[in-house]
T-cell receptor, first 114, second 114 residues
């Protein structure tokens, strides 16, 4: 079974600054997909960014970017120019190429301060 | 395009009762998955349906069941409710069961057991 570890339970960042969330995973598979989801107090789980393991280029979506280190099994999320609306819990998730479910980390609560 | 719709948003039940939760996927999405989210266990996979067939099931007792209709809408049923079933139940849909297609989540149903 895949294990996803998020070692930072909480993080706080000043508005307009940058914050980086860490995520490591354990798998023996070579092909897989990694995701970052955001869950604000409204509860809806929103897909932030996705990375295919076979792609060396790090994924970027506007102010969100990842640092994918396949050999180290590390998948960190960088939020640039943080906004108050970024306040949420962020989950790192893994899905194997032949898998059917997402395996989630415990989550990191991010608070953006005005 | 409308997102994943889950009803009801909140539900309060007592021990021993049963409950049915509903999920309408994004139009065109034929795969529906259910997850249970609790503070202690985090996000755990319940089951996945595709073309009205349960394709996969997580490690939950038989009290948890579900089904999918021809229009891809899905229902989840929990019988003989226990206090530990109190959780946020999230439904996610995607176009098909292939792992390279991201799952899109609804707002969830908050189930409280008294």
């Amino acid at each position: 079974a895949q294990t996803v570890t998020q070692s930072q339970p909480e993080m706080s960042v000043q508005e307009a600054e940058t914050v980086t969330l860490s995520c490591t995973y354990d798998t023996s598979e070579n092909n897989y997909y990694l995701f970052w989801y955001k869950q604000p107090p409204s509860r809806q789980m929103i897909l932030v960014i996705r990375q295919e393991a076979y792609k060396q280029q790090n994924a970027t979506e506007n102010r969100f970017s990842v640092n994918f280190q396949k050999a180290a099994k590390s998948f960190s999320l960088k939020i640039s120019d943080s906004q108050l609306g970024d306040t949420a819990m962020y989950f790192c998730a893994f899905m194997g190429a032949n898998d059917y479910k997402l395996s989630f980390g415990a989550g990191t609560t991010v608070t953006v301060r005005a | 395009k409308a997102g994943v719709t889950q009803t009801p948003r909140y539900l309060i039940k007592t021990r021993g009762q049963q409950v049915t939760l509903s999920c309408s996927p994004i139009s065109g999405h034929r795969s529906v998955s259910w997850y249970q989210q609790t503070p202690g266990q985090g996000l755990q996979f319940l089951f996945e349906y595709f073309s009205e067939t349960q394709r996969n099931k997580g490690n939950f007792p038989g009290r948890f069941s579900g089904r999918q209709f021809s229009n891809s809408r899905s229902e989840m049923n929990v019988s003989t409710l226990e206090l530990g079933d109190s959780a946020l139940y999230l439904c996610a849909s995607r176009t098909g069961p292939s792992s390279n297609q991201p799952q899109h989540f609804g707002d969830g149903t908050r189930l409280s057991i008294l």
